[in-house]
Nanobody
Framework: QVQLVESGGGLVQAGGSVRLSCAAS????????MGWFRQAPGKEREFVAA????????YYRDSVKGRFTISRDYAKNTVYLQMNRLKPEDTAVYYC?????????????????WGRGTQVTVSS
């Protein structure tokens, strides 16, 4: 089992920045892909970004490229999502997820473990 706990959400003005953290614990996940997803009220959960834990390769949805950065810290077993130049449409609950397949994927079905999420609200 892998446990994922998100933190760092909150209320921020448009144009501001927030950094989300995802602390991972449990079985070894060195071969995993870690992803961030988000879900706004009344909408489906959507992919935001993913990173290969070993190689550091990354994958982003188009609307966040150049604004969001995903990274990982081996020593802390933590994945981060740095979000800059935030827009009101970025408002959502953000979820951390882990894919044991090791494939960089935007599909929720690829991910086996999920955190409970953290709310990010961007005011205009």
């Amino acid at each position: 089992q892998v446990q994922l706990v998100e933190s760092g959400g909150g209320l921020v003005q448009a144009g501001g920045s927030v950094r989300l953290s995802c602390a991972a614990s449990g079985r070894t996940f060195s071969s995993y892909v870690m992803g961030w997803f988000r879900q706004a009220p009344g909408k489906e959960r959507e992919f935001v970004a993913a990173i290969n834990w070993i190689y550091g390769s990354t994958y982003y949805r188009d609307s966040v490229k150049g604004r969001f950065t995903i990274s990982r810290d081996y020593a802390k077993n933590t994945v981060y999502l740095q979000m800059n130049r935030l827009k009101p449409e970025d408002t959502a609950v953000y979820y951390c997820a882990a894919a044991t397949s090791g494939r960089l994927s935007s599909s929720t079905y690829e991910y086996d473990y999920w955190g409970r999420g953290t709310q990010v609200t961007v005011s205009s």
